[in-house]
């Protein structure tokens, strides 16, 4: 929520926490203007800057009309100048109210602050660029490029051509060069303010305030040998609007109004640096005052304050809705100045005016009372004549045979998200078992269905923790992972830290993953050598004959009987065979001997001896 005093004090503008524009009148304390853009809730605005109308008039006695002075016409209501989320710069017109013109930076980079010295150019910080515009001629001049981080504060130097920018550090910028010229650095966290203090005694001075240091400090940005803050003022909370007034003899005064609703105040004079951070001088309170002694005091939040003069510092205190401006005297301020006043929310009613409001009901014989049984019946036309009548359901029940005594129905509890909520805030590590060491998945996806977003964090970091346990505790985290990425996947997925959560469950699923990938293929590699082990004995014991086998005679079976028969059938051809072959030599023996001399006594002799044979 932004917010900011115009130039003179008299207008008020903040941009409330649903994109709307509000604008007061700080001297009738009135609310002035209210304006919603038609892009509001795709593209809000993000910040503002209050742009005073100037009209040129010649100086007397100048030799050129060229040469102008540009003063401030007090006649005319300034312009504010929005940045949005989509890049776009509206210019809204108080004396029209409504939006003067509209400039696109064709660039769709979030504006995050924004700083102009004159009527004619602005400075924006857009991500991590630097965006110049020209209001006159409605175009963006130029942009370039002011460093690595998110450029969170802005401010042009008056009558300079120098510019500073501020994420953590604070750098000066050449705005014609777009060079680097010189880095502050002493703030711990993003600054969010900046403001620029006139030259006093030849020196000019930078106030910056950051988000979480609640230190506002003070830089010498003339002298390129101050590298440090040249003083430091202390603070309880963090820093929302810084108001700084110069008095003619050189005394600054300093009004910081800080988260909780109050401002402080400091006065301190510029002349060297020094040593120790500054308390405030004085602290202002606004309380509401309820009328009744034992009432606790109920603080007013202040939203912002600014000098009128040297002298006196206006405030503005309420709520969203209603703010009230007053003027305080510094010289009146004590170490703790405390304003009560009537808040806008109560309101004071009479005691006759209560009364007429009261009612005291009236109560008869006739009367039906409503129970939880009896609030669904609906009164006919029959009167119940002050008896309550027992509702069908009961009735019917009543009529069951197998009705056990005392078999009222407990309700049962679909979900643990209250016990796992409470386990995971109290960090209780039985009431975190208790809540998640279960099986039955209906009960796990109502239990996620229930929790809210903040609980996501802890409770992955917790399934974490189970999914690197033992067997047991991983299969309980596993199941409430795998119904949690089911569940909430749109919400789980928009998390920029996403990698970051799951890391730790994804690496130990992933080392799960592979060791019981080596174990199947061993065990497949394993299932395949085994039969090839038990195929090859069976063929080295085939083929191994029997040295010797042994037949019973006084067996029976019939295998052994044809096994004999056998061998005597193979033994008879044998036999035969033989003697066919011996009638074969014969006859060829006798056929020879015919063929030779029949007188040879020789061969007759031989073939009688043979015959004799």
């Known amino acids: 929520m932004d917010s900011q005093f115009s130039e003179n004090g008299k207008y008020f503008a903040q941009i409330s926490t649903d994109g709307k524009l509000k604008i007061w009148n700080t001297v009738s304390s009135s609310f002035e203007q209210e304006f919603t853009p038609d892009f509001h809730l795709n593209t809000p605005c993000t910040c503002l800057q209050f742009l005073p109308h100037y009209q040129n008039t010649v100086n007397k006695g100048s030799p050129s009309p060229k040469k102008k002075k540009r003063k401030e016409d007090p006649s005319l209501a300034p312009s504010i100048v929005l940045g949005t989320t989509s890049g776009l710069i509206l210019v809204y017109s108080l004396s029209k109210a409504g939006v003067d013109y509209t400039i696109d930076s064709n660039t769709h980079l979030q504006i995050n602050c924004l700083s102009t010295v004159d009527g004619s150019l602005l400075y924006s910080g857009a991500d991590q660029e630097i965006l110049q515009w020209n ?7 130029s942009k370039w490029k002011g460093g690595n ?10 009558e300079s051509e120098n510019i500073l920018t501020a994420s953590k550090n604070v750098k000066m910028w050449n705005a014609t060069s777009k060079e680097l ?14 403001k620029y203090i006139s030259p006093l005694g030849g020196d000019s001075y930078l106030m910056t305030g950051s988000k979480g240091d609640r230190i506002l400090s003070c830089w010498n940005i003339t002298s390129p040998s101050q590298k440090t803050a040249v003083s430091n003022y202390l603070m309880e909370d963090s820093i929302h609007n810084v108001a700084i007034n110069v008095s003619d003899d050189g005394l600054t005064n300093i009004a910081t109004t800080v988260r909780t609703g109050v401002v402080h105040v400091y006065q301190h004079r510029l002349n060297g640096k020094s040593g120790k951070p500054l308390k405030p001088k004085s602290t202002i309170q606004v309380a509401c005052d309820t009328g009744k002694q034992n009432d606790l005091v109920t603080p007013i939040r202040i939203f912002g304050a600014t000098f009128r003069d040297s002298e006196s510092i206006c405030i503005g205190h309420g709520s969203d809705v209603i703010l009230t401006f007053e ?6 301020l004590k170490k703790v100045y405390c304003l009560v006043r009537q808040s806008s929310k109560s309101t004071k009613v009479s005691k006759e005016d209560d009364a007429m409001k009261r009612k005291t009901p009236l109560v008869g014989d006739n009367v039906h009372y409503l129970t939880p049984q009896t609030a669904g019946a609906v009164i006919g036309k029959r009167k119940s004549e002050g008896k309550m009548e027992i509702p069908m359901e009961q009735r019917l029940e009543n009529l069951t045979i197998n009705k056990s005594e005392g078999s009222s129905k407990i309700p049962k509890a679909d979900n643990v998200a209250q016990l796992l909520l409470q386990g995971l805030h109290s960090k209780d590590r039985n009431l975190l078992r208790t809540a998640l060491c279960r099986k039955d998945e209906n009960v796990i996806r109502n239990t996620v269905k229930r929790l809210p977003v903040t609980a996501f964090e802890g409770l ?11 067997t047991l505790l991983s299969h309980f985290g596993a199941l ?26 994804l690496g130990s699923i992933d080392n799960r993953i592979s060791l019981q990938t080596s174990l199947n293929r061993l065990r497949g590699k394993l299932e395949l050598l085994v039969p090839q082990i038990n195929t090859s004995n069976a063929d080295n014991v085939d083929e191994d004959e029997a040295v010797l086998v042994f037949n019973d005679k006084d067996t029976s079976d019939s295998e052994s009987e044809e096994e004999m028969q056998i061998e005597i059938a193979s033994d008879s051809d044998e036999n035969e065979e033989w003697e066919e072959e011996q009638d074969k030599e014969e006859e060829e023996n006798h056929v020879d001997a015919s063929d030779g001399s029949g007188s040879d006594s020789d061969s007759v002799v031989m073939l009688d001896d043979e015959a004799s044979d």
Do not use: Y
């Open 480 to 505: 409430w992972l795998k119904h949690l990425a089911q569940i909430h996947a749109g919400l789980l997925i928009s998390n920029p830290n996403l990698a970051e959560m799951f890391s730790g469950a």
């Open 135 to 141: 209001l006159r001629k409605k175009t963006l001049k």
């Open 149 to 158: 981080e998110l450029i969170t504060s802005i401010l042009a130097i008056p």
């Open 327 to 332: 003027n305080v005297n510094i010289s009146e």
């Open 181 to 194: 010229l010189r880095t502050f650095t002493g703030h711990s966290t993003d600054i969010s303010l900046m």
């Open 460 to 470: 992955i970091k917790e399934l974490t923790d189970f999914v690197h346990g033992k």
